[in-house]
């Protein structure tokens, strides 16, 4: 074996994909032949993808590849930053089927000559030999190649368990042990390969070419990957949308089930984002790209998703680690077996080395190993489809646990686009007070400024320029107009900055016990005018949140608010407690006391994405709304819900809990049809055939049952 090239800077990533690797007895050689050296920093699996992600500190590849080549693995480069499915071959190179179909064919005729002769006849042996070199040449030199790196896997059991039974003269038995294992790879592929479609058919929405504006002014259709940003596209009815981008002209109606999970189409008109893979309907509109082709919203979608799917889950950590254990525990039983009885208590050599091979060939926990992946890709894309980003199988896992969810108000229970309702003036004129906050207003991206900002400009009034304009955490904004210091903020910072009177206070917390959220203008001396901001809720927020409770969910609702406002908005919902006037220290202070007395429990925020980043990291699962389009939600979120529909979170709880129940069927098929067959062989019942049904017959078994998730 040659050493790798030694280590350069880094660490790069390269990936390969391997069409032979799908199972984790590939993994596990792999992971033998390449960890060890010098230079790889860190291997990561894709199974169902069939790709290798390499983190390297290596001068060239080439020498990785050469060891690929050494086991037996044929590895095609792939483009790194691309999903691995978009580079994936339409299927996994198809076995052919005339050397399965002889070998089928061959071990029939090899059991009726024995069974018409009576014993091995040299045309059984004849029979048994074709049927065995037909259908397992792959199999025994996939199995020389695991016993050379000393590893037990299904190949090398098998390899061992087909000769044990020539060398004791079980010849017909042999040929129809390799036939039903080569036939069992060929269906359990077939299978896997459903769940590969899972990630697949993320992939086909997208179009592959659009109808893009030329510099002569003509319409011509490019493929989707040379279309650069600022191009113009146009877009027919019925057509899919095949970029991410803005309409600049036209109106329609939009599809968009495909990225945020909505059930009714979204009007889009001009100025309004589009999403690739979404269905335009009934009318026609041209609008200019955003993104290039990688890097739409679908292709992070996909990127998350294959991550996501590529991370170890808490339960396939846990298989995996029994697996190392129990292959070698079972191999020893089988040794145990064949060599005790015979030895100790005059048994019969032929009949416990026969055992002893049955066992061999229960013993890979392949079923086992595969149907945690199976299972958490299947919820992954399933919650995809709705809709649901979820970054990891350990959020998947962990989401049947929530216990508590804190949620944000402004833009998560409430729309996000609140609307001045109330102006009062306390000192000067109307039209000058109005001006000035609506200049400090007009400089920050809260939605209640945003609404101060909107109503001026409705009245006409002008924006003043603004100087050392500077926001106050959890307070509002400051900034010079005309050289004076004004400041807009909430109830805290005119508190703090000493300027609340009786007046004012019963004001404030007159519109304040209406729900409303109120700001105040002052400069440097006064109160200038005080500005009342109503939001509406969102037509989800109340089901979403009776939902969560039958699911036994306590809910508490964090705002930076007045504690009045958060009490009102938290009553009209349904939530079990609210707390007000936070800032983002605040909020992140309370998440981890709710983390600390959760015990067991998990701890779930929901926010947007970015201004409650600190309490969103903190939190043990934590939600971004509206994520679609939004890179910093894609990014931040543990879980992003692609729209902001609240009802997606009681949603992905019962998807979790559907997908740990899966996981647990399937590890009791898995373990339950082992023991029976191990059961069945110390009691004389169980034979060569029979085990590889066993074994094989699992695997079907927990693959069809984790697919379940993917369809809904």
Known sequence: MQPLALPAEGPE?????????????????????????????????????????????????????AQLRAIGMQARRLDAAAPSGSQATAEAPGQRWWPLALAGVSATLAEVVHWLNGGNHWLVVVLAVLAIVSGGLSTYRKGWIALRNRDLNINALMSIAVTGAMLIGEWPEAAMVMVLFALAEVIEARSLDRARDAIRGLLELAPDTATVLQADGEWRSVPARQVAVGATVRLRPGERIALDGVVTDGRSSVDQAPITGESLPVEKAEGDSVFAGTINQTGSFEYRVTAEAGQSTLSRIIHAVESAQAARAPTQRFIDRFAQVYTPAIFLVALLTAVLPPLFADGAWTDWIYKALVLLVIACPCALVISTPVTIVSGLAAAARKGILIKG?????????LATLALDKTGTLTRGKPAQTDFVVWTGDEAPVRALAASLAARSDHPVSRAIAVAAEEAGLAIRPVDELQAIPGRGVRGRIDGHLYQLGNHRLVEELGLCSEAIEARLFALERQGKSVVVLVDEQDVLGIFAVADTLRDSSREAIGELHALGVKTLMLSGDNVH?????????????????????????????????AGK???????????????????????????????????????????????????FVRLSRATATVLWQNIAFALGIKAVFMLLTFAGLGSLWMAVFADMGASLLVVANGLRLSRG
């Open 13 to 65: 990533v390269v990936r390969y994909r391997i069409d032979n690797m799908d199972c984790p007895v590939e993994e596990r050689l792999i992971r033998g032949r390449l960890e060890a050296f010098p230079g790889i920093a860190g291997l990561d699996f894709d199974l169902l993808g069939r790709t290798l992600t390499v983190h390297h500190r290596l001068d060239s590849t080439a020498s990785v590849e």
């Open 393 to 401: 199988g350990v959020y998947l896992e962990e989401g049947r646990r």
């Open 565 to 597: 406002t958060a009490e009102t908005i938290a009553r009209s919902v349904g939530i079990d407690e609210a707390r007000g006037g936070l800032l983002p220290e605040d909020k992140l202070r309370i998440v981890e006391g709710l983390r600390e007395a």
């Open 601 to 651: 429990g998990t701890v779930g925020m929901v926010g947007d994405g970015i201004n409650d980043a600190p309490a969103l990291a903190k939190a043990d699962i934590g939600f971004a709304m509206g994520a679609a389009g939004t890179d910093t939600a894609l990014e931040t979120a543990d879980v992003a819900l692609m729209d902001d529909d609240l009802r997606k979170i009681p949603a």
